[in-house]
């Protein structure tokens, strides 16, 4: 089981990002993938899931409006696009999965599949 997050880097407030979570080693389609991010001194925190299918989608109300996740099957990949990035979405961002469940609705844990994270900034 591999998830590979990519895409991070620098950008300047207002800016435009997408990440990539490539993902092997399990059905593509049976299980919700997320995204977390986590800011300096603080906890991560879960932004956004896809649900296995594909027709559900979770946001946190930090980034309701601006992100959009969505996956591409023939590509075994989730992609989060961030748009007018401000210096709060600063931080290393995490795709994970629970590989138990293809809904959104239990977040994956500590002792479940996490790919390394990619880092964020947003900065002048």
């Known amino acids: 089981v591999q998830l590979q997050a990519s895409g991070g880097g620098l950008v300047q407030p207002g800016g435009s990002l997408r990440l990539s979570c490539a993902v092997s080693?399990?059905?593509?389609?049976?299980?919700?993938i997320a995204w977390f991010r986590q800011a300096p001194s603080e906890e991560r925190e879960r932004i956004s899931c896809i649900n296995g299918g594909g027709g559900s989608t979770f946001y946190a109300n930090a980034v309701k409006g601006r992100f959009t996740i969505s996956k591409d099957n023939a590509k075994n990949t989730v992609y989060l696009e961030m748009n007018n990035l401000t210096p709060e979405d600063t931080g290393v961002y995490y795709c994970?999965?629970?590989?138990?469940?293809?809904?959104?609705?239990?977040?994956?844990?500590?002792?479940?599949?996490w790919g390394r994270g990619t880092q964020v900034t947003v900065s002048s």
């Open positions: 080693g399990f059905g593509f389609d049976d299980y919700a």
């Open positions: 994970a999965t629970t590989l138990k469940y293809s809904s959104c609705t239990i977040r994956p844990g500590r002792s479940d599949y």
